[in-house]
């Protein structure tokens, strides 16, 4: 498949080393230090020092606290910061994949419950 063979080409060290400096740039800004910052998301400042230089990435729940504590949306980091030809590479190989009969994008249908039942006002313990 064409787009599987596209996607080898990204080269995984360097989008680390982008989030590092997005990382090490917002800490700076705000006058932080890594220990600070990786004791309040409760890891080693080794650990969040390999974030910064790109060793290793934060788990997509790391990266939400860390969104939240630098302020900056997730939409931003993902797509505004994200150099250019990343983003145009991302976009071919989605465009690529053929669509699939099996998957749709129609909204799920509502589940309908009781919501007494699920979150009863009242308890009532002689039943």
């Known amino acids: 498949m064409k787009g599987m063979k596209d996607m080898k080409n990204v080269k995984k060290p360097q989008i680390l080393i982008y ?4 990382l090490r740039k917002a800490r700076l800004s705000r006058n932080l230090t890594q220990k600070e910052i990786a004791d309040v998301l409760h890891i080693s400042r080794q650990t969040y020092s390999s974030f910064e230089t790109g060793r290793s990435h934060p788990t997509p729940e790391l990266i939400a606290i860390l969104s939240n504590i630098y302020d900056i949306n997730l ?19 989605k465009y690529s994949i053929p669509s ?16 007494d039942i699920i979150f009863p006002d009242k308890i009532d313990l002689d039943e």
């Not at 939409?75 to 190989?93: G, R, S, T």
């Not at 699939?100 to 919501?115: A, G, L, M, V, Y």
Request: aromatic share 12%.
């Open 19 to 22: 989030w590092g400096d997005i």
């Open 100 to 115: 699939s009969p099996n998957i749709t994008t129609k909204k799920p249908s509502k589940i309908r419950r009781k919501p």
């Open 75 to 93: 939409f931003d980091l993902v797509l505004k910061y994200m150099p250019d030809e990343y983003v145009a590479e991302q976009h071919e190989f």
